[in-house]
């Protein structure tokens, strides 16, 4: 059975950083879609950022240059930085994976699709103070 499991979540002030990690096990086939997406209490769900195998990256603009999505596919495992942190970034954190490079590429290549992933995590809770 595939897990995801998201940890380093955080509590913060405004313009401090955040490192948080998913680690997926159990799988036996390849997640050609990777990414983050977010949820605060009352909001809809907002794709983050995703990367896919090629390593192309994309982002929501509001995260632009703040934040930075990796993975390191020995470890099974994909990484968020997140630096100078704002008040609206706090929420529940998730990581998504899923099968299907046609929800990564080309035209759906943006974070919207993200939240849509076949599969995450239980999330990680990041809070920035003001």
């Known amino acids: 059975q595939v897990q995801l499991e998201e940890s380093g979540g955080a509590s913060v002030q405004a313009g401090g950083s955040v490192n948080v990690s998913c680690t997926v096990s159990?799988?036996?086939?390849?997640?050609?879609?990777v990414g983050w997406f977010r949820q605060a209490p009352g909001k809809e769900r907002e794709g983050v950022a995703g990367?896919?195998?090629?390593?192309?990256?994309f982002y929501v603009d509001s995260v632009k240059g703040r934040f930075t999505v990796t993975q390191d596919r020995v470890k099974n495992t994909v990484y968020l930085q997140m630096i100078s942190l704002k008040p609206e970034d706090s929420a529940m954190y998730y990581c998504?994976?899923?099968?299907?490079?046609?929800?990564?590429?080309?035209?759906?290549?943006?974070?919207?699709?993200?939240?849509?992933?076949?599969?995450r995590g239980q999330g990680t809770q990041v809070t920035v103070s003001s």
């Open positions: 998504a994976v899923d099968m299907d490079l046609k929800k990564c590429t080309g035209p759906a290549a943006t974070t919207t699709n993200v939240p849509n992933y076949k599969l």
């Open positions: 159990g799988a036996t086939y390849i997640f050609y879609c």
């Open positions: 990367i896919y195998t090629a390593g192309s990256t």
